[in-house]
């Protein structure tokens, strides 16, 4: 029997909850991780209410949880590139990328539709 | 007497407003905090008192977007507005 190498696939997670309110998004960041360790084609996009992920200046010990951004840090050690924000979500919150504490892509419409539309998974957290 | 609402996430507040009455006072909690960055709480009533706790903004980095028409309170003040209230209706 011969194996044949499995094709990798383009996998877009889409990020659209705030921080710390439930889990979505940590789980969401943790499966992104876990797929970049399988050597996939990982897009990671923020969306909707999860562009509040990325705020500068959070600080919840207060709050007893742990610092998203702190975790995001760790997207460039596991070599994740591909990490977006929707442009209309952000203006939706009259937010900028002036506002955000990570260096990150911005997509229009038509590139947000893009990276959905031609993945072969679509995960929605 | 008058009632305390308290809103615990993003996008929650409009099916909120609809029952604020004059007097009422509307405290924003864990993700009911993110609408201090929408413009919503300025078209509330001025008899409407507005309140947002200071942990909650603090964790989520939005003591930039504190809004002039909200007033930052402690847990501790929390605890007294439930007391003050005799009733409190929370909008999960």
């Known amino acids: 029997m011969t194996l044949t190498e499995p094709k990798n696939k383009s996998l877009t997670f889409i990020s659209r909850h705030p921080p710390y309110g ?6 969401c960041l943790d499966l ?12 990671y996009l923020f969306m909707g209410d999860g562009v509040f992920q990325l705020l500068i200046d959070q600080q919840p010990d207060g709050i007893g949880s742990k610092n998203l951004v702190a975790s995001l840090a760790a997207l460039e050690l596991y070599g994740v590139s591909n990490v977006f924000v929707d442009a209309l979500s952000l ?16 997509l229009d419409a038509v ?15 | 007497m008058n009632h305390l609402h308290t809103v615990n996430s993003s996008g929650q507040l409009s099916d909120c407003t609809r029952f604020l009455e004059d007097g009422d006072a509307l405290l924003l909690i864990e993700d009911g905090v993110y609408s201090l960055v929408s413009d919503e ?13 200071h942990d909650d903004i603090n964790a989520r980095g939005l003591e930039k977007y ?19 209230h005799p009733k409190v209706i929370n909008w999960f």
């Open chain 1, 22 to 27: 439930n889990d979505h998004a940590f789980a």
């Open chain 1, 32 to 43: 992104v991780l876990a797929s970049s360790v399988f050597e996939q084609d990982v897009n």
């Open chain 1, 91 to 106: 203006q939706k919150r009259k937010l900028s990328v002036s506002d955000l504490a990570i260096q990150i892509k911005v």
């Open chain 1, 111 to 125: 590139q947000v539709e893009t990276l959905v539309n031609e993945a072969d998974l679509v995960f929605n957290l």
């Open chain 2, 41 to 53: 709480l300025n078209n509330l009533s001025e008899s409407v008192t507005v309140y947002a706790l």
């Open chain 2, 66 to 84: 504190a809004q002039d028409r909200s007033k930052t309170i402690s847990y501790t003040e929390f605890i007294q507005l439930c007391c003050d």
